[in-house]
């Protein structure tokens, strides 16, 4: 049944979503779905990720909350960076940092702080996932910028991953 069906789950979610978009529960539209319910899975399942062995889960609170608090400052100094860029531009620049996550759900989950965090885009990763190339809109001290990265977002992770 797990050869089949390997993620069940998403199979129900897709057959749902199509009915739903379709807005018909016709034969040809119940078999369609069906069948893209069934094969979606199956031909992506390869590219699913390892499953998650949380460690230590309170550590997700807390860094929720964390990011959450940055999410906001970082707006608000992007925005006066924004308002302020004509008398004073920006120091926009990419910063090399040494990552010791090697966990991919980690880097995933790593990935997505940065994509949500304002000020922050992530650039390259280098192939042994030793390095982490981020792109950062206004940065005055990049030793201060890397430690807080590391302290605030990659020690909780390896927390939860590693």
Do not use: C, Q
């Not at 909350?65 to 925005?79: P, Q, T």
């Not at 890397?146 to 927390?159: D, G, N, Q, S, V």
């Amino acid at each position: 049944m797990k050869r089949l069906f390997p993620a069940p789950w998403l199979s129900l979610a897709l057959w749902m979503l199509w009915l739903l978009l379709n807005l018909s529960l016709s034969a040809g539209n119940l078999l369609l779905g069906a069948a893209l319910a069934i094969l979606a899975p199956l031909m992506f399942a390869p590219l699913r990720p390892l499953p998650v062995r949380i460690r230590h889960p309170w550590v997700i609170i807390k860094l929720f909350f964390l990011v959450g608090r940055d999410v906001v400052l970082s707006n608000i100094a992007v925005a006066w960076g924004v308002l302020r860029a004509g008398k004073n531009p920006p120091r926009s620049r990419f910063v090399k940092i040494p990552l010791d996550l090697r966990d991919a759900n980690g880097l995933a989950a790593l990935s997505m702080i940065t994509t949500v965090v304002p000020g922050t885009i992530w650039s390259e990763l280098a192939l042994d996932r030793s390095v982490l190339l981020l792109h950062v809109f206004d940065l005055d001290d990049d030793a201060k910028f890397i430690e807080h990265f590391k302290t605030a977002y990659e020690r909780p992770l390896m927390e939860i991953f590693e």
